[in-house]
């Protein structure tokens, strides 16, 4: 498909255990940004990657979330020792532009609980 | 105080009406502002920019204030199928990333 592609879509955690949520921008596209979003909030912002470089991690909320992505295309969040307050649904986004100047098109997210 | 904040609703109005949701952001900075559409237990979606002259697209128009740092939007004539969660959005800090609000909920009614 076209569009921006997550997976898995939903995964059952137990508190402690590392998960790795996978994002497919689409292609071409120059930025990445990860989103945490719970239930009845708007999503929240954990980092921007332009291409492979992460500009910018300040909205990760502890040294237990790590961001990767490699060669500029597909991008993995880690999330070591998960914790019940890490369950929200993962959002990602690309965009053809840099920064937030352009349209962002999200995947349908990751439903993470922790149980 | 939120970067992006915005009515937290519900608004709940019949079809046919007429609704307007308001957002103001702390940045001055800002470059660009969308208004994002979220159904339940879906992705963001964009609706539409918002562009110093206003603009509109439709039954929704859309305004921005730079000197007060205040968005609108307006929606005429409600549909049934406009009933979802309105985002405002900014971009905004180092990485001018979009900032979203909290969102507000409407349910157009039959």
């Known amino acids: 498909g076209a569009g921006v592609s997550q997976s898995p879509r939903y995964k059952v955690a137990k508190r402690g255990q590392d998960v790795a949520l996978r994002c497919d921008p689409i292609s071409g596209h120059v930025s990445l940004f990860w989103y945490q979003q719970a239930l009845g909030q708007g999503p929240e912002f954990l980092t921007y990657?332009?291409?492979?470089?992460?500009?910018?991690k300040s909205g990760l909320p502890s040294d237990r979330f790590f961001a990767e992505r490699p060669e500029g295309s597909v991008s993995t969040l880690k999330i070591q020792r998960t914790q019940q307050e890490d369950s929200a649904v993962y959002l990602c986004?690309?965009?053809?532009?840099?920064?937030?100047?352009?349209?962002?098109?999200f995947g349908q997210g990751t439903r993470l609980t922790v149980v | 105080r939120k970067e992006v904040e915005q009515d937290p609703g519900p608004f709940n109005v019949p079809e046919g009406a007429t609704v307007a949701f308001n957002c103001t952001y702390s940045?001055?900075?800002?470059?660009?502002f969308f208004w994002y559409r979220q159904d339940c237990r879906k992705e963001p979606k964009l609706l539409m920019s918002v562009y110093s002259s206003g603009n509109e697209d439709g039954r929704f128009t859309a305004q921005l204030n730079r000197a007060s740092q205040y968005i609108s939007l307006l929606i005429r004539d409600s549909k049934l199928s406009d009933s979802a969660t309105y985002l405002c959005v900014v971009n905004t800090g180092s990485a001018r990333q979009l900032t979203f609000g909290s969102g507000t909920q409407l349910t157009v009614l039959p």
């Open positions: 986004a690309s965009s053809l532009g840099l920064q937030g100047n352009t349209e962002a098109f």
């Open positions: 940045n001055s900075a800002s470059q660009s």
């Open positions: 990657f332009q291409n492979e470089a992460q500009l910018d």
